[in-house]
């Protein structure tokens, strides 16, 4: 029997996007039909070169062609929530790009909606799908390693509105509500244990930008593991994010797909999965889900809890504004 093909959509033709489209080619069974951007020519660009054949500005009309069974969002944050819906309510299973939303409310709406449609809503919550995050995954599952505290830093240098390529950004990223949720996520996923207290402190608001540029977060897991997360757009150094795993039988240091002993001798992650990208692997499980009809690691009911908590954060950041 022939196995029919994935159609999809993918809305954002910028530097996230382009990572998505580069998965997708390693990935048999999904072909990408419809490609979605905001400037049109340059969207032409990049369809051409992944060989696309319609490109629109307008997510509608995507929506509306018949072919098309998924969707994958890769637009500004602010537009996930809205936009993830309009695809569950066109009848299409989605996949946005972490954040699922930037208001608890708007999460809330998305997971509601899933839920009634019966469709694969998953969120791009890359560090469950890195290797070096799997390795460590794997090892707690197995009994052999329990997690006393994650200490993690996210470092960026965005003094301006600028994109991972270097280019204007026609959006302001966020550090609570992006930046702050791939770790608040992992770190519930990877102690096993719902988060149960949760603080923050940030510094000054930028003037033009109108967001906190550094940030503080405190975490605390029912099963009594701890999370210090430090986040700033002002490092002018090496920039990502550093996870350093202290647990009861060893200390695991991840910077995104690598993994390192607490005394940096590298663990070989080469085998985990079968590709050493988080990107295709999150699309792989997306795409899998669909095929199999069943929930996906990382869907949007899974992650809720992490915007609760970013929820909580924000209210308490704005109570001592």
Same mark, same amino acid.
């Given at each position: 029997?022939?196995?029919?093909?994935?159609?999809?959509?993918?809305?954002?033709?910028?530097?996230?996007?382009?990572?998505?489209?580069?998965?997708?080619?390693?990935?048999?069974? #999904?072909?990408?039909?419809?490609?979605?951007?905001?400037?049109?020519?340059?969207?032409?660009?990049?369809?051409?070169?992944?060989?696309?054949?319609?490109?629109?500005?307008?997510?509608?009309?995507?929506?509306?062609?018949?072919?098309?069974?998924?969707?994958?969002?890769?637009?500004?944050?602010?537009?996930?929530?809205?936009?993830?819906?309009?695809?569950?309510?066109?009848?299409?299973?989605?996949?946005? *790009?972490?954040?699922?939303?930037?208001?608890?409310?708007?999460?809330?709406?998305?997971?509601?909606?899933?839920?009634?449609?019966?469709? #694969?809503?998953?969120?791009?919550?890359?560090?469950?799908?890195?290797?070096?995050?799997?390795?460590?995954?794997?090892?707690? *599952?197995?009994?052999?390693?329990?997690?006393?505290?994650?200490?993690?830093?996210?470092?960026?240098?965005?003094?301006?509105?600028?994109?991972?390529?270097?280019?204007?950004?026609?959006?302001?990223?966020?550090?609570?509500?992006?930046?702050?949720?791939?770790?608040?996520?992992?770190?519930?996923?990877?102690?096993?244990?719902?988060?149960?207290?949760?603080?923050?402190?940030?510094?000054?608001?930028?003037?033009?930008?109108?967001?906190?540029?550094?940030?503080?977060?405190?975490?605390?897991?029912?099963?009594?593991?701890?999370?210090?997360?430090?986040?700033?757009?002002?490092?002018?150094?090496?920039?990502?994010?550093?996870?350093?795993?202290?647990?009861?039988?060893?200390?695991?240091?991840?910077?995104?797909?690598?993994?390192?002993?607490?005394?940096? *001798?590298?663990?070989?992650?080469?085998?985990?999965?079968?590709?050493?990208?988080?990107?295709?692997?999150?699309?792989?499980?997306?795409?899998?889900?669909?095929?199999?009809?069943?929930?996906?690691?990382?869907?949007?009911?899974?992650?809720?809890?992490?915007?609760?908590?970013?929820?909580?954060?924000?209210?308490?950041?704005?109570?001592?504004?």
């Amino acid at each position: 029997m022939m196995s029919k093909t994935l159609k999809v959509a993918l809305a954002g033709a910028g530097a996230f996007g382009i990572k998505h489209l580069d998965g997708i080619k390693n990935i048999d069974g #999904v072909e990408v039909v419809s490609l979605v951007g905001r400037e049109l020519d340059k969207t032409r660009e990049v369809a051409a070169k992944y060989g696309i054949g319609h490109v629109t500005t307008d997510l509608a009309e995507s929506l509306a062609l018949a072919e098309v069974d998924a969707v994958i969002l890769c637009t500004p944050t602010q537009m996930h929530a809205e936009q993830s819906i309009a695809c569950l309510k066109a009848g299409k299973h989605v996949q946005v *790009e972490i954040p699922l939303a930037d208001k608890l409310a708007d999460a809330e709406a998305v997971v509601a909606l899933a839920r009634q449609s019966g469709r #694969v809503a998953m969120c791009g919550h890359t560090r469950r799908f890195n290797p070096s995050h799997q390795y460590v995954h794997r090892q707690i *599952e197995a009994g052999k390693f329990n997690i006393q505290q994650m200490d993690v830093q996210t470092y960026f240098f965005r003094r301006t509105n600028m994109n991972a390529l270097g280019q204007p950004r026609s959006w302001t990223d966020h550090l609570l509500w992006h930046h702050a949720a791939h770790t608040v996520d992992l770190f519930a996923y990877q102690a096993g244990s719902p988060i149960v207290q949760a603080n923050a402190v940030q510094g000054p608001i930028h003037p033009q930008l109108g967001i906190a540029m550094d940030m503080s977060i405190q975490l605390k897991a029912a099963n009594g593991a701890i999370c210090t997360l430090s986040l700033s757009f002002n490092n002018e150094g090496p920039l990502g994010t550093f996870f350093r795993y202290i647990g009861d039988t060893a200390t695991y240091i991840a910077r995104y797909d690598d993994l390192f002993t607490g005394k940096d *001798e590298k663990i070989d992650v080469s085998n985990v999965a079968v590709s050493m990208n988080g990107i295709e692997l999150q699309d792989r499980e997306f795409f899998a889900a669909i095929t199999e009809g069943r929930e996906p690691n990382s869907s949007v009911a899974q992650v809720l809890p992490c915007y609760q908590v970013l929820d909580r954060l924000e209210r308490q950041l704005n109570k001592s504004a």
